[in-house]
């Protein structure tokens, strides 16, 4: 009875296994797949991929040469009506002078079940259309047509690329779970790639070697008479080259949804993906062409590139600007500030990023706009030109991700940096209220590249050791019926005032100050002003008066209030029991607190809060709490320092549970009474 019991179950496991692999195939969409309500293991999913293959081959074509196919195939289930964004779908594609891609969008279906019976609805012509993005890329939109909570939608499109050494980078891991993710190259001898997994999952890989062969077709005029003469015919011959393609496939299954957590600078660094290199072309009877093997190489290609190492050297558009510039600047520090102002006031920045130029520094300057590209790489030529010690570095922005593995297209930015005995001076002159040492948050991304004039390169640290200070001095008073009336001085540096400014520029101050009434618990403000507004190299300072009415509760003749106001961290943001990525916090801070509190008259003080420190090890912050009364008037100190501007996953529990005693002790009320 048990064997034909064990013989069953294999029956059984045998049937679904073959059905599993029918259903990787578009079109065979089951009338279980339409019933399934929720996704069996994850409640709260609002879609989940069913299932998604990538292909991507390097062929031969005789007019064209190896051009790169990406085929994608997809089939997701729709659970909510959240999930409804799933139906529209949109495919990149590079679309700019020298590089053209081309994406056709094929078997567009949504599936819906009516009536016990499947209804296939095909994606209408106006449901695709070309967008440009910008003017290196386009993209191909595609909205699924009569999409419903339930629906299953199916797509497949090719990129054809004329470029033989691009593979795009795969994920198998998205915000939804994944079923079922399969992606295979097949790849010529004649490219060495490195391929690099991320993430904490990673999926299974196998590899195998298939024989290939280009054929050539030949075709040469020649004459049927002698010494010239006679009449012309066309003869054709064909060649034949073999080759080995390697053919590696990976394959993910039920890849849970990635789920977003607090101070973390980009999911898409712990996404489980797999992405591919070009490191080396090795074409027959010609010599090896070694491209980015290691951080050196990668550098080195980068710096020889036209439209960068070249792009340091020219310094004849700028020269004589340059010395009125620098008349009377006789320290670096003098030379260094009054050359990145002249950057930022001469060229201003057209919101293209880029490690190289795309206009060239000499029209850049002249036009007075640029990318990064070309306004950094003129402030390192201003640099050198002044004496100092400068070079570019590069950079991958935070919303590029992290450059964890050498490759070329792992930066996306570039920097200058000056030598001096003390240390690196980090510059960018793109953004107005970035100041020495001082970058816009989207460059502060782990590590950069330096590259030396000899090619030679440096790893560097870009995220800042200095604290960035906000300073708060306020004054309150608490009347009978629990109304505050007060005065407020916040005094901010380096990152923090480079947040604030960024914050208020553009901003029409009543606008500004209608969205800080309402972060801040509906008070009134009023005798705004600002200080420093304009000298970056100063603090910024805001100053105004309020009023509000609901920080205090009067409850049976007593008045509760928690003392730093709309100040007060209510909310712990590290709640997960298990923390999987690392805290960004972008730089390290200190939040400092200088409060005074008048009390009514008629009142007097029945409870205070107790005075409170909670360090964390490794000097990672300190959080220090203390109040005490003196006729009448309250007052209290507060401090919270954070060291680290990146804590690992090591140190989360610690963290979390100094939050946690940080949230309680500033949420305590003072309780007033009356006498």
């Known amino acids: 009875m048990k064997s034909i019991k064990l013989f069953s179950l294999s029956v059984l496991l045998l049937f679904f296994s073959k059905v599993a692999a029918q259903e990787f195939k578009l079109g065979k969409v089951s009338i279980a797949e339409l019933e399934q309500k929720v996704h069996p293991k994850d409640s709260a999913a609002v879609a989940a991929v069913l299932y998604k293959k990538g292909k991507v081959r390097i062929e031969y074509y005789q007019d064209d040469g190896f051009v790169t196919l990406t085929d994608v195939e997809a089939r997701i289930k729709i659970y909510k009506k959240e999930g409804y964004n799933w139906a529209n779908q949109a495919i990149w594609y590079y679309d700019m002078p020298g590089l053209t891609e081309k994406v056709i969008v094929s078997d567009v279906y949504t599936y819906n079940l009516v009536d016990g019976k499947i209804e296939k609805t095909k994606l209408k012509s106006e449901g695709a259309f070309d967008e440009r993005v910008n003017k290196f890329r386009g993209q191909k939109k595609i909205t699924l047509p009569n999409v419903k909570e339930g629906s299953v939608i199916e797509y497949h499109y090719t990129i054809k690329s004329p470029r033989d050494g691009m593979i795009r980078e795969w994920d198998f891991q998205s915000n939804i779970p994944v079923n079922y993710s399969e992606f295979s190259t097949y790849i010529p001898e004649y ?263 000899d090619g030679s390169s440096e790893e560097i640290d870009l995220m800042p050791k200095k604290t960035s200070n906000d300073i708060v001095f306020m004054n309150y008073s608490i009347d009978a019926e629990g109304k505050v009336t007060g005065k407020t001085r916040r005094q901010c540096t380096d990152y923090n005032a480079l947040v604030t400014r960024d914050n208020i520029d553009g901003v029409k101050e009543e606008a500004y100050l209608e969205k800080l009434e309402n972060e801040n618990n509906k008070i009134e403000i009023s005798e705004y002003s600002r200080t420093n507004e304009k000298e970056i190299l100063l603090p910024m300072i805001e100053s105004y008066s309020f009023t509000g009415n609901n920080f205090c509760e009067v409850i049976g003749g007593k008045i509760y209030v928690s003392p730093m106001l709309f100040f007060t961290e209510d909310k712990n943001p590290f709640k997960q029991e ?67 501007a990146i804590v690992s996953t090591e140190k989360y529990e610690m963290l979390k549970e100094y939050y946690k005693g940080m949230v309680a002790k500033e949420t305590e009320k003072i309780v007033l009474k009356r006498i």
């Open 191 to 453: 490219y060495v790639f490195n391929p690099r997994q991320k993430g904490y999952i990673f999926p299974k890989v196998t590899s195998a070697k298939n024989n290939k062969a280009i054929t050539f077709t030949n075709k040469e005029r020649v004459s049927t008479g002698g010494f010239g003469g006679g009449a012309v015919k066309t003869e054709y011959s064909v060649d034949k080259l073999d080759y080995i393609e390697t053919q590696t496939t990976y394959i993910a299954q039920d890849f849970p949804a990635m789920k977003q957590e607090a101070f973390v600078n980009n999911m898409d660094n712990y996404v489980s993906s797999i992405e591919h290199e070009l490191a080396m072309v090795k074409f027959p009877n010609q010599p090896l062409k070694p491209l980015s093997t290691d951080w050196n190489s990668v550098a080195k290609t980068i710096y020889d590139y036209d439209s960068f190492g070249p792009e340091l050297n020219k310094t004849g558009y700028f020269e004589e600007d340059l010395k009125v510039v620098l008349a009377g600047k006789n320290t670096p520090d003098e030379k260094i500030l009054a050359i990145l102002n002249h950057v930022k006031s001469s060229v201003k920045w057209n919101h293209y990023t880029g490690y190289d130029t795309d206009l060239g520094v000499k029209k850049a300057y002249k036009e007075k706009t640029g990318n990064i590209g070309d306004i950094n790489l003129m402030l390192t030529a201003m640099l050198r030109f002044a004496g100092l010690n400068a070079d570019p570095v590069l950079v991958s922005t935070r919303s590029n991700g992290i450059s964890l593995f050498p490759n070329r297209n792992a930066f996306n930015y570039v920097i200058a940096a000056v030598q001096t005995p003390t240390g690196y001076v980090l510059l960018d002159g793109s953004d107005k209220f970035s100041v020495p040492n001082v970058l816009p948050l989207q460059t502060l991304n782990w590590y950069g590249r330096l590259i030396r004039k």
């Open 578 to 644: 298990i923390r999987e990525y690392p805290v960004d916090f972008s730089y390290p801070f200190t939040d400092k607190y200088n409060i005074v509190i008048k009390i009514p008259e008629g009142f007097v003080v029945e409870t205070l809060p107790a005075p409170a420190v909670i360090s964390m090890a490794d000097n990672l912050g300190t959080f220090k709490f203390n109040i005490a009364a003196n006729d009448g008037t309250l007052q209290l100190v507060v401090s919270h320092q954070i060291n680290e």
